[in-house]
């Protein structure tokens, strides 16, 4: 006789028991996310058909992810994908996962176009270090006529951020390319933005294990005081900018003032700040001191 499948609801109370058993910190809701992706099923699903019985490739590849949890990968490398401005992003060996902080960034920048000229506007954007694609493909989604190019040292994230753009349904208006920072980009810009490495050296050390072995280090670290590839962006940004341009950037908690003076020194000035959930300063954004 054939052996009885297991059932959806039996496969999340023993995820949910694998997890907490192995000391992992949100095990129900780490387990729930697997459990939905990797048997494709939806949290109602869990609630209205826990009988569902799944097939024997779902309940191993499920096995598989919650060996890798215990083992320390997280939730969502191990999905290889996050969601991110409501959107569904795909991750790779070099891209970071995008983080929710970073959604204060989009709402900013699209606060400031609202403002300025409506939705509909032909916006040039400039992403630098796009990793992902998540910023440009974010603004690209609520800008309907705005174009966008997402720059990235890593051509594994390049393609990453290719294919999230074309599975986000923008791809014909985002443009890859691989750049150190300025180095190959041409051309003017509305807006200019960036979540560039911040984190300090000797800070690296004290990032979760999570981050330090599965996030890549060089889309974190920014040098000994984690301003370098602020000062990179300030220096490139007066060439590239069109008349009424801005540059938006995220920023580590503690580092409004040091990435302000920064801009400061290359004829920029704050024009807006914007906090996190956490109340902690995480976007700000400059205006040039004087128009092109
Ligand atoms: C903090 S991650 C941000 C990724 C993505 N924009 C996001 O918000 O999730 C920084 C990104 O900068 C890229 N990067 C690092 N150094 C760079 C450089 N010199 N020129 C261009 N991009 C660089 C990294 O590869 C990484 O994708």
């Known amino acids: ?9 039996m496969l999340h109370a023993e995820a949910r028991a694998r997890l907490a058993q192995a000391g992992i910190e949100d095990a129900a809701l780490d387990a729930r996310l697997l459990v939905e992706h990797f048997t494709k099923s939806s949290r109602t699903d869990a609630l209205v058909r826990p009988e569902l019985e799944i097939a024997a490739p779902s309940v191993s590849a499920l096995d598989e992810a919650l060996a890798r949890r215990i083992l320390g990968m ?38 400031e176009a609202r403002q300025e000229g409506g939705e509909d506007r032909p916006y040039r954007i400039l992403d630098l270090g796009t990793g992902s694609g998540a910023i440009a493909i ?15 040292i ?65 889309a974190l670290v920014g040098g000994v ?44 000035r704050r024009a807006t700040a914007a906090k996190d959930l956490a109340g902690h300063n995480r976007a700000l954004i400059f205006h040039a001191e004087k128009t092109p």
């Open 225 to 268: 005081d984690g301003l370098d590839a602020y000062r990179a962006i300030a220096q490139g940004c007066h060439g590239h900018l069109a008349t009424g341009g801005r540059v938006a950037v995220e920023i580590g908690y503690d580092q409004k003032e040091a990435v302000t003076r920064v801009f400061k020194a290359c004829a920029f």
């Open 1 to 9: 006789m054939a052996e009885a499948r297991p059932t959806l609801g």
């Open 138 to 152: 974010a603004l690209l989604s609520a800008l309907p006529s705005a174009c966008a190019i997402g720059a990235d």
């Open 154 to 218: 890593s051509e594994d994230a390049l393609a990453t951020a290719r294919r999230n753009a074309d599975m986000n349904g923008v791809g014909g208006r985002f443009v890859g390319l691989r750049s150190d920072w300025f180095s190959e980009i041409e051309g003017r810009f509305d807006f200019i933005v960036s979540n560039p490495p911040y984190i300090r050296e000797h800070d690296w050390k004290s990032l979760s294990r999570e981050v330090r072995d599965f996030d890549p280090r060089k």
């Open 74 to 111: 997280p939730v969502h490398r191990i999905m290889g994908q996050r969601e991110f401005y409501g959107l569904t992003l795909g991750l790779s060996d070099e891209t970071l996962e995008p983080r929710p902080d970073t959604e204060i960034l989009v709402d900013l920048v699209l606060g």
